[in-house]
Each structure stands twice: as structure tokens, then as C-alpha cells.
């Protein structure tokens, strides 16, 4: 599972500013943060809380979240959740996790990046600021307690260097965890469809909890849609490995495959959602197969994972800001 938060401007008034707002040195609007727990196998999102805008990154994955991991999931990290306490957590809870570090996290971690070794354990005393903080969740520790993680460097293809933290043993080499942090970018993607193809921040109220709902029915319905072109991606993904093994002669025509446009199929599920509560088994499994029809009708092409990601500029209006990520990854 993926962990990562995305954070979302409100319709901007006192009672929805009880749910979070965003502050700097002019104003402050109502804002919230959405940490969300998401299986990147599956394609689903599992967990999801709601934050103020101003809490961190990690203190929301601790506040409720992480201690409904199960035991037998790896959980992946970006830079913002590289702690001490994430350590603490994971070992708590008995759950493993890969995370990405900052190059200048620790003198620990600068040590270890300019040394000749490619990984490394640590066992090193818990830092000042790591076991204050702690208090602040009820555990008293001191800085006599010890914490043990794994460092292992990755070489990108442009000749970077990144650095990953993890309590995963060595039956995972580095280019196991190399490959478990590049696919934590389907949290990334998510992201992307609810803000942009499911208008995330387009609100059917000002209500609190008309904005809370509508930011729940959005994470349902992302789920919904996906369990529901599981059988179109399955011929998508033959269709794909069909054409990949024609010999094709003009360069320009490969491509990477195809998958089902997600955009296009949002209005699909739309049309169909009503249909899908009311009716009876058999015609439910007859609108399944016309849907399934419709996915495989709007394909396109995946793109190459190497071409650099280009920032756009957002648009906005009178109350509403969809905002978009555009973040590197592996």
C-alpha cells in the first residue's frame, strides 16, 4: 500500500473552516487534507481521513491509520514521512514499510551516501525530537531507546541517487525495493483522476458535512469504477501483449500498450450508476457486459514512463480550485 495526502481548498466559510483551513500571511481559507492509504495491486483506496490542512504528513498516517495496516502488507513512504517515529510505528505494530529519504535527512544518512556501500543497517539511539515527540501520543521513551532500519542506495537512469529506508530484510534486494517505491506512483495517479476527471473540488454544498460527503462519495465512486472495468482491463491487457508481439514497421506506431481511458469511463459508470442499485441480478450482469463494451471502447495509448512530467498552470474560479500533482517519481 501507498501512503501519501493531497490537500483540497473548500467553499470558504466559518463552518466549513472548522474542518481545516490554509493560512499565510494575508489570509486564511478553509482547507482540508486527505490522507489516504492506497493498494497499489488492487488499485483501491483503503483508508482515507480527513486532516487540517496544517497537519503534517506523518502525523496523519499515525493519528488513526497505520495501526490498521495488516501485518503482512509493505507500506511505501515519499520524503515528507521519513521519521524516526515511523520506525517506531511500523515495529510497534509489527508491519513493514519502504520510505524515501531526503539526502541530508541525518548525519547518519549522509555518512552512509558518501560511503562506498550500497546498504547498510542501523542501530542508533532515538533522537531528542523524535521521543518528544512521541509523548505527544502517550509513549514515553527516552534517548536510550534504540531504533534499527535498513539504508540501501538506488542509482536512477539519470545517474541521481536516492536513498530508501526500510525494516525489510535482505530477502528483498535493492532492486526489489527500488520497484516497490516506483509503483507508488498509482497514489500519485489517483490523485490525479479524483482533482482533475472527477472534480474533486467542485462542491454540491457549503455545509461541512455536505463537503465531507461529497469528498467520500468521491473516494467510493474512484473504487467503484475500478472494480468495475476489472473485466476490461483484463482484454485490454491481452490486447496489449497481442500487439506488442506483431512486428510492426513504422517506429512511431509502438507504444507501451493501451489501457481503458478513465476520464471516458467516469461518464460510463454515471450513466449506468442508477441501474447498478435497482435492478435484478440478471440484467445487473447484463449492464456489467454493455459497460465492460464501452471501457474497451475508449482506449489509449500508456505513455512512456521516462518522459519528464511538465507543471501546468491551474485555472480558478469564483470558489473552486481543483488543484493537480505533478510530482517526479522513480
Not at 507500506?75 to 520510505?99: N, P
Not at 547518519?108 to 562506498?116: E, G, L, N, P, Y
Not at 518528544?132 to 542506495?153: A, N
Request: a positive charge; one cysteine or more.
Amino acid at each position: 500500500m501507498a501512503c501519501d495526502s493531497t490537500c483540497q481548498l473548500l467553499p470558504d466559510n466559518e463552518e466549513t473552516r472548522k474542518i481545516g483551513i490554509h493560512k499565510n500571511q494575508y489570509k486564511e481559507v478553509a482547507s482540508v487534507k486527505i490522507s489516504v492509504y492506497y493498494d497499489i495491486s488492487s488499485k483501491l483506496i483503503t483508508l482515507a481521513a480527513l486532516y487540517d490542512k496544517r497537519t503534517s504528513d506523518l502525523v496523519c498516517c499515525l493519528g488513526n491509520q497505520l495501526s490498521k495496516i495488516p501485518k503482512n502488507v509493505i507500506s511505501v513512504y515519499d520524503r515528507a514521512y521519513g521519521s524516526q517515529i515511523l520506525v517506531f510505528f511500523h515495529e510497534l505494530y509489527q508491519s513493514k514499510f519502504v520510505v524515501r529519504l531526503k539526502l541530508d535527512f541525518s548525519n547518519t544518512v549522509k555518512k552512509f551516501v558518501q560511503s562506498a556501500d550500497n546498504e547498510v543497517y542501523i542501530t542508533e539511539q532515538m533522537t531528542e525530537r523524535a521521543y518528544k515527540r512521541l509523548e505527544t501520543f502517550g509513549i514515553r521513551k527516552s534517548k536510550q531507546d534504540m531504533v534499527s532500519y535498513r539504508l540501501v542506495k538506488v542509482m536512477l537512469a539519470t545517474g541521481e541517487m536516492e536513498i530508501l529506508m526500510t525494516n525489510l530484510d535482505k530477502t528483498f534486494t535493492v532492486s526489489d525495493l527500488a520497484e516497490l517505491y516506483r509503483q507508488r506512483w498509482g497514489i500519485e495517479t489517483c490523485f490525479f483522476c479524483l482533482k482533475s476527471f472527477q472534480m474533486l473540488g467542485c462542491f454540491s454544498g457549503y455545509s461541512a458535512l455536505s463537503v465531507k460527503q461529497d469528498i467520500y462519495i468521491n473516494l467510493i465512486f474512484y473504487n467503484l469504477q475500478t472494480i468495475l472495468q476489472i473485466e476490461a482491463d483484463k482484454q485490454v491487457k491481452e490486447l496489449s501483449k497481442k500487439r506488442q508481439n506483431q512486428s510492426c514497421k513504422n517506429k512511431k506506431s509502438q507504444n507501451e500498450g493501451y489501457k481503458v481511458n478513465r476520464n471516458v469511463g467516469i461518464n460510463t459508470v454515471r450513466m449506468y450508476m442508477k441501474d447498478l442499485f435497482l435492478l435484478g441480478e440478471s440484467e445487473f450482469i447484463n449492464i456489467l457486459d454493455k459497460m465492460t463494451e464501452l471501457f474497451l471502447q475508449s482506449l489509449e495509448i500508456v505513455k512512456e514512463k521516462s518522459k519528464e512530467r511538465v507543471g501546468k498552470m491551474l485555472r480558478q474560479n469564483e470558489r473552486h480550485h481543483t488543484e493537480k500533482n505533478y510530482k517526479r517519481g522513480f
